[in-house]
């Protein structure tokens, strides 16, 4: 769930900046500074900035900015964050902190809501991104003839001619471009795509894409019903939930939870659908929904709602490894150029941590290479049976045994959602020998024998598993005795930490090269995890967690066309502060916009 129509805008840059003089002391003057000058001067940044995003490249993108919303009019607030007002649109600018001398030490800015009185789009401007949109989205092969060279250096002709046939093969053929409602949508036989940023250069070439699946309104409405049917009685409806999830969380600890949530936000409000989060709005606060799903009879099955993230921005990349060195237990941090392999952050990158399903980009690298060798097809179907399934997250484990599912559905679920009983059917299609060998590691155990191993009920399973070491032959036996065992209720792990040596225990210096084999494959990018794909020209996603345990992996191509791999990994005995480890990670992002 995550302009004016029908084009959306991202302009991103960052850097740590310096300014000319003592002149500009408020955000509000460097920003209408910034905004404001038909050629922005080089003094206004600092060397690194400029290493990063030439002079040239601003001075284009302001210039685009200016060609599609006209000449810049002034400076105002919107929700807290200054707007800035053009004669035919707005920018809200989402990050620009200066620093004592008034310099702006980055700078972020996404479309805003149309000017008071702004006039609709033209029929000739609607029928000019029809046409486009047509031309994208209609072929069965891609014109790259109809992409500007920047677009193409970031998202190569291949990688986007691969996304197109994953939607045909997922919705349909195409059938037409709709620009009815309030973002262009691409209409296919069996679903549809929101369009979330479109734009053009002079030429009519285009030089910014992104869709994403569009949710109808009755998935909307059933979302904004459960979820107001949770939160604003005063006392939970057990009936709203699956037993596996009350199992786990007992109805009067939901209905202690959200009591002490009313007692420090005040009464429920409404439930807020609008952002790129679910948010439940109270008269002193909102929380956002940060996980969410139902089985196939609407009962919730899974439901996380913490704080918005604290907003942290870095100065330097130097500054964001030190505040990872500074947290408990054991971290990695890599940051790696991907063009020429240079390590811009290393802190500790070949050190072995556990990654939880961040290691299911080995099983999907495996894939993409016997489809390659012409082993197996995308198109390739497995058939579902209890015995092969795993327990959440994902949502396959509810489906009926002998359902079908191709190879291509199995590692979008595998990683979009981190489905594990997908992971699990798909891990059996391509063998454990070659998974394995890519993530280094020994006998490794797929997503049920993990959970079965960590149930106090199998303990005789767990030390067989510990005893057997590095010797791969006993190992296998303990895992397939593991892989019929029972497997554990969920509330086994809410009290914290469970079988810490059960994992699967990869580098991010590992993981950047697995991330980088499989970041042109469209199941990276259906889940952008913790970057704002509003920021980036392409992301591409895959994390892991479980209690004690995170990481998250991500590679960005940002507007001037560098790629960064980014991953971080976090270990501790204790109870991990996500939300820190995630709002650092965050920060970083934003250093490679």
Same mark, same amino acid.
């Given at each position: 769930?995550?302009?004016?129509?029908?084009?959306?805008?991202?302009?991103?840059?960052?850097?740590?900046?310096?300014?000319?003089?003592?002149?500009?002391?408020?955000?509000?003057?460097?920003?209408?500074?910034?905004?404001?000058?038909?050629?922005?001067?080089?003094?206004?940044?600092?060397?690194?900035?400029?290493?990063?995003?030439?002079?040239?490249?601003?001075?284009?993108?302001?210039?685009?900015?200016?060609?599609?919303?006209?000449?810049?009019?002034?400076?105002?607030?919107?929700?807290?964050?200054?707007?800035?007002?053009?004669?035919?649109?707005?920018?809200?600018?989402?990050?620009?902190?200066?620093?004592?001398?008034?310099?702006?030490?980055?700078?972020?800015?996404?479309?805003?809501?149309?000017?008071?009185?702004?006039?609709?789009?033209?029929?000739?401007?609607?029928?000019?991104?029809?046409?486009?949109? !047509?031309?994208?989205? =209609? *072929?069965?092969?891609? @014109? +790259?003839? #109809? %992409?500007? $060279? &920047?677009?193409? /250096?970031?998202?190569?002709?291949?990688?986007?001619?691969?996304?197109?046939?994953?939607?045909?093969?997922?919705?349909?053929?195409?059938?037409?471009?709709?620009?009815?409602?309030?973002?262009?949508?691409?209409?296919?036989?069996?679903?549809?795509?929101?369009?979330?940023?479109?734009?053009?250069?002079?030429?009519?070439?285009?030089?910014?894409?992104?869709?994403?699946?569009?949710?109808?309104?009755?998935?909307?409405?059933?979302?904004?019903?459960?979820? !107001?049917?949770?939160? =604003? *009685?005063?006392?939970? @409806? +057990?009936? #709203? %939930?699956? $037993? &596996?999830?009350? /199992?786990?969380?007992?109805?009067?600890?939901?209905?202690?939870?959200?009591?002490?949530?009313?007692?420090?936000?005040?009464?429920?409000?409404?439930?807020?659908?609008?952002?790129?989060?679910?948010?439940?709005?109270?008269?002193?606060?909102?929380?956002?929904?940060?996980?969410?799903?139902?089985?196939?009879?609407?009962?919730?099955?899974?439901?996380?709602?913490?704080?918005?993230?604290?907003?942290?921005?870095?100065?330097?990349?130097?500054?964001?490894?030190?505040?990872?060195?500074?947290?408990?237990?054991?971290?990695?941090? #890599?940051?790696?150029?991907?063009?020429?392999?240079?390590?811009?952050?290393?802190?500790?990158?070949?050190?072995?941590?556990?990654?939880?399903?961040?290691?299911?980009?080995?099983?999907?690298?495996?894939?993409?290479?016997?489809?390659?060798?012409?082993?197996?097809?995308?198109?390739?179907?497995?058939?579902?049976?209890?015995?092969?399934?795993?327990?959440?997250?994902?949502?396959?484990?509810?489906?009926?045994?002998?359902?079908?599912?191709?190879?291509?559905?199995?590692?979008?679920?595998?990683?979009?959602?981190?489905?594990?009983?997908?992971?699990?059917?798909?891990?059996?299609?391509?063998?454990?020998?070659?998974?394995?060998?890519?993530?280094?590691?020994?006998?490794?155990?797929?997503?049920?024998?993990?959970?079965?191993?960590?149930?106090?009920?199998?303990?005789?399973?767990?030390?067989?598993?510990?005893?057997?070491?590095?010797?791969?032959?006993?190992?296998?036996?303990?895992?397939?005795?593991?892989?019929?065992?029972?497997?554990?209720?969920?509330?086994?792990?809410?009290?914290?930490?469970?079988?810490?040596?059960?994992?699967?225990?990869?580098?991010?210096?590992?993981?950047?090269?697995?991330?980088?084999?499989?970041?042109?494959?469209?199941?990276?990018?259906?889940?952008?995890?913790?970057?704002?794909?509003?920021?980036?020209?392409?992301?591409?996603?895959?994390?892991?967690?479980?209690?004690?345990?995170?990481?998250?992996?991500?590679?960005?191509?940002?507007?001037?066309?560098?790629?960064?791999?980014?991953?971080?990994?976090?270990?501790?005995?204790?109870?991990?502060?996500?939300?820190?480890?995630?709002?650092?990670?965050?920060?970083?992002?934003?250093?490679?916009?």
């Amino acid at each position: 769930m995550r302009a004016h129509l029908p084009t959306a805008l991202t302009l991103s840059l960052l850097a740590t900046a310096s300014a000319q003089s003592g002149e500009v002391r408020t955000q509000a003057q460097a920003l209408t500074r910034l905004l404001g000058a038909e050629q922005p001067r080089a003094e206004w940044f600092a060397p690194e900035f400029l290493a990063q995003v030439p002079l040239q490249t601003i001075a284009a993108q302001l210039a685009s900015i200016r060609q599609q919303y006209g000449a810049f009019q002034r400076l105002e607030t919107f929700q807290g964050r200054p707007l800035a007002v053009y004669e035919r649109g707005t920018l809200i600018v989402t990050v620009a902190p200066v620093d004592a001398q008034g310099r702006l030490t980055s700078f972020g800015a996404v479309p805003g809501p149309a000017p008071k009185g702004a006039p609709a789009p033209s029929q000739a401007e609607r029928e000019a991104v029809l046409q486009s949109l !047509t031309r994208v989205f =209609q *072929p069965e092969k891609v @014109d +790259p003839a #109809l %992409f500007a $060279p &920047e677009f193409l /250096a970031a998202v190569p002709a291949a990688t986007l001619q691969a996304s197109l046939g994953s939607f045909r093969t997922q919705f349909g053929p195409f059938v037409r471009i709709d620009l009815s409602g309030k973002l262009p949508q691409v209409i296919y036989e069996r679903g549809r795509l929101d369009v979330t940023a479109f734009t053009v250069n002079a030429q009519g070439l285009v030089t910014g894409l992104r869709v994403v699946p569009a949710q109808n309104e009755a998935q909307r409405e059933a979302v904004l019903q459960t979820l !107001t049917h949770v939160f =604003q *009685p005063e006392k939970v @409806d +057990p009936a #709203l %939930f699956a $037993p &596996e999830f009350l /199992a786990a969380v007992p109805a009067a600890n939901l209905d202690d939870l959200l009591a002490s949530v009313r007692a420090e936000y005040g009464p429920f409000v409404r439930i807020d659908l609008s952002g790129k989060l679910p948010q439940v709005v109270y008269e002193r606060g909102a929380l956002n929904v940060t996980a969410f799903g139902v089985d196939s009879q609407g009962r919730i099955t899974a439901l996380v709602i913490a704080p918005p993230l604290p907003d942290v921005n870095f100065t330097s990349l130097e500054e964001a490894r030190a505040a990872f060195a500074a947290l408990p237990g054991q971290v990695s941090v #890599l940051v790696r150029d991907v063009a020429t392999g240079r390590n811009a952050v290393a802190l500790n990158p070949t050190r072995l941590l556990a990654v939880g399903s961040a290691f299911k980009l080995a099983i999907l690298a495996e894939l993409q290479a016997q489809v390659t060798r012409g082993e197996r097809a995308w198109t390739d179907e497995v058939t579902l049976t209890d015995a092969g399934k795993s327990l959440p997250s994902g949502t396959l484990q509810n489906a009926p045994a002998g359902s079908r599912y191709t190879l291509r559905d199995l590692a979008a679920r595998m990683i979009r959602e981190s489905d594990n009983t997908a992971t699990d059917l798909l891990l059996r299609v391509v063998g454990r020998a070659g998974v394995e060998a890519r993530l280094g590691q020994t006998a490794m155990p797929n997503t049920r024998e993990f959970f079965a191993l960590k149930n106090p009920a199998n303990l005789n399973l767990l030390r067989a598993y510990r005893s057997a070491g590095l010797d791969r032959a006993a190992r296998r036996a303990v895992l397939a005795q593991a892989d019929t065992a029972p497997l554990p209720n969920a509330a086994v792990f809410a009290g914290g930490p469970v079988a810490r040596d059960v994992e699967w225990f990869v580098s991010t210096e590992r993981l950047c090269t697995l991330m980088k084999e499989v970041a042109a494959l469209p199941e990276t990018t259906q889940n952008p995890g913790v970057a704002d794909p509003t920021d980036f020209a392409r992301v591409s996603y895959k994390g892991g967690s479980e209690p004690g345990v995170l990481n998250l992996t991500t590679q960005v191509t940002n507007k001037v066309g560098r790629t960064f791999c980014v991953s971080a990994t976090w270990n501790d005995a204790r109870t991990l502060d996500e939300a820190q480890f995630i709002a650092l990670y965050d920060g970083v992002l934003k250093l490679l916009r």
